[in-house]
């Protein structure tokens, strides 16, 4: 074998030396990010205690900040626009009465959950949040996660009694959801989520719980046919996994079963299926 020359020699060092760099560079922006991550998380929590408004305001302040130098740190992490997320829709969603329920920790689609957007602050939160859920989504093409949070956030903005404010920052989601289907402007206010629902059903098409809020969306948007038929799917696949495992986590509750059944005899009177 020939000896390296001069110059090989020197620009094989110099690969080895930007090679070096380059990982350690990343090592640094990953460290950097966990641990803005971790602190923002730790904020979030102490906010949760905190019995004081205002205390509670600056906490949360903090831990925005520190979840947008996170995600400057690490852009391509789609858990982290998850947890990030949430924080926001938690943000948006009135408080659960008994105080048992975080907002993140509602179901979407939940007939209970709304959001509360009352300021031009309310609907930069609202579009930031799906921003991070609709990146999540692209970043991870195989997780229905992202989309559900997403069709849930659109869901809520569009049920009856959202308010003004929430229509006007779902209304832009609308447009751009209408005009990838060719459909002229002002778009149906639920057809954002029924195509992140949808698109999340297509991942976990077993999934009763997704075939269910499918179908309730194809209802908003006036297509009973559908929106039997999605239910109708959801009912028997509920009531095979639960004659099969009446604990499995996929089975629906009873709130959700009624839910099935008054989609179910929207179009056939009288003849819902038994509840499992």
Not at 70 to 87: I, K, Q, T, V
Request: hydrophobic share 45%; glycine share 6%; aromatic share 6%.
């Amino acid at each position: 074998m020939r000896r390296l020359g001069p110059l090989a020699a020197v620009a094989l060092v110099a690969c080895a030396l930007l090679a070096m760099a380059a990982f350690l560079l990343a090592r640094w922006r990953a460290t950097s990010a966990a641990a803005d991550r971790d602190l923002a998380s730790s904020l979030v929590s102490d906010a949760a205690r905190s019995p004081s408004p205002p205390e509670r305001a600056e906490l949360l302040r903090k831990a925005h900040l520190h979840y947008e130098d996170a995600l400057r740190a690490n852009p391509l992490d789609d858990s982290l626009r998850m947890e990030y997320g949430n924080l926001l829709m938690s943000l948006l969603v009135p408080p659960d009465p008994s105080g048992r329920v975080r907002p993140d920790e509602r179901m979407p689609g939940d007939p209970e959950l709304r959001v509360r957007i009352d300021s031009p602050d309310g609907v930069r939160r609202f579009r930031r949040a799906a921003e991070l859920y609709g990146r999540a989504a692209e970043l991870n093409r195989s997780w229905a996660g992202p989309h559900v949070r997403l069709g849930g956030l659109f869901w809520a903005a569009a049920a009856e009694g959202a308010g003004a404010l929430a229509r006007e920052a779902l209304q832009p989601f609308a447009d751009a959801y209408a005009a990838q289907e060719g459909k002229p402007a002002p778009g149906p206010l639920h057809l954002p989520a029924l195509r992140e629902f949808g698109a999340a059903q297509a991942l976990d098409p077993n999934n009763p719980s997704l075939l269910l809020l499918v179908a309730e969306a194809h209802e908003a948007l006036g297509d009973l046919d559908a929106a039997v038929n999605y239910a109708e799917r959801a009912g028997v696949l509920a009531k095979l996994l639960y004659d099969a495992q009446p604990g499995h986590k996929l089975c629906l509750t009873a709130k959700q079963v009624a839910r099935v059944q008054r989609i179910i005899q929207l179009k056939h009177p009288g003849e819902g299926r038994p509840a499992p």
